[in-house]
C-alpha cells in the first residue's frame, strides 16, 4: 500500500491538493492511504517550505501548487 | 526547535549598518513593484526558497523580510531548521520599513502578506495571506 501525504498548513490549496489526490486513488484504485501533515515542524522534516506538497512513500513529488488530475495520476502510480 | 528570533525595521537597519544580510523573500513580481534599497539585498523568492536556501551563508548574521513578516518567519524557521544560527526575522516586512520611511527603490503597492503557496495571489479568501 502506498503512503500518501500531503503537506500544509490548512490554506485552501491544500485542501484543494487532498481532495484531488483522493479523487485520483478513488477513480484509479490506487491501494493507497492518505494521511494530511499540518504541523509546520513535520513539514520542514521534508524540507519542504513551499506547500502544498505531495509525498508518496516518502518521496516529495510535488510542492508549492497543485498539479492537474493527468499529473497526479502519475505521480501517484510511477 | 527554539522560537524564531525576530526584529522591529529599526534594528534590522542597524544590523545591516552592521554587516548583516538582509534576503528578501518577496516574489519577483512583487520586488519588481518596490525593493529594499540597501547594498546587497539578496533576493530569494519564497517560492524558491527550500531549493536555494543555501546561497545564503551560514556564517553570517541574517536578516529575513518579506512584505508583512509572515512569509519571511517561515522562511527563518526553515533556515533554524537546517542548521543556521544566525538568521533571525524582520516583523512587518517592507511595509513597516517603508512606512518607517527607511530607503525602498519603487512604489510600494501591496500592503498585505503574500501566500505560503509559492505565489503572491494563492489566497481564497481574498486577504492575501492563507498562512
Given at each position: 500500500m502506498k503512503q500518501v501525504k500531503i503537506l500544509g498548513t490548512g490554506c485552501a490549496k491544500c485542501s484543494q491538493l487532498a481532495d484531488a489526490v483522493k479523487a485520483v486513488i478513488a477513480s484509479q484504485c490506487i491501494d493507497a492511504e492518505v494521511e494530511k501533515v499540518e504541523d509546520i515542524q513535520k513539514i520542514m522534516a521534508?524540507?519542504?517550505?513551499?506547500?502544498?506538497a505531495l509525498v508518496v512513500d516518502g518521496e516529495v513529488?510535488?510542492?508549492g501548487r497543485v498539479p492537474g488530475l493527468d499529473e497526479l495520476k502519475d505521480l501517484l502510480t510511477r | 526547535m527554539n522560537s524564531a528570533v525576530e526584529v522591529c525595521p529599526e534594528t534590522a537597519l542597524k544590523m545591516i549598518g552592521e554587516g548583516a544580510l538582509l534576503v528578501d523573500v518577496r516574489e519577483r513580481e512583487e520586488v519588481a513593484e518596490a525593493s529594499f534599497d540597501v547594498p546587497g539585498v539578496m533576493l530569494i523568492p519564497y517560492s524558491e526558497f527550500d531549493e536555494?536556501?543555501?546561497?545564503?551563508?551560514?556564517d553570517r548574521d541574517v536578516i529575513i523580510a518579506c512584505n508583512v513578516g509572515e512569509r519571511s518567519l517561515m522562511a527563518t524557521r526553515f533556515l533554524m531548521h537546517n542548521g543556521y544560527r544566525n538568521a533571525v526575522n524582520m516583523q512587518y516586512g517592507i511595509v513597516r520599513w517603508a512606512e518607517k520611511g527607511f530607503p525602498v527603490k519603487g512604489e510600494l503597492k501591496r500592503k498585505q502578506g503574500g501566500c505560503c503557496c509559492g505565489s503572491t495571489s494563492g489566497s481564497s479568501n481574498g486577504t492575501g495571506s492563507c498562512c
Open positions: 521534508y524540507n519542504v517550505l513551499s506547500t502544498p513529488r510535488s510542492k | 536555494r536556501f543555501r546561497e545564503i551563508p551560514a
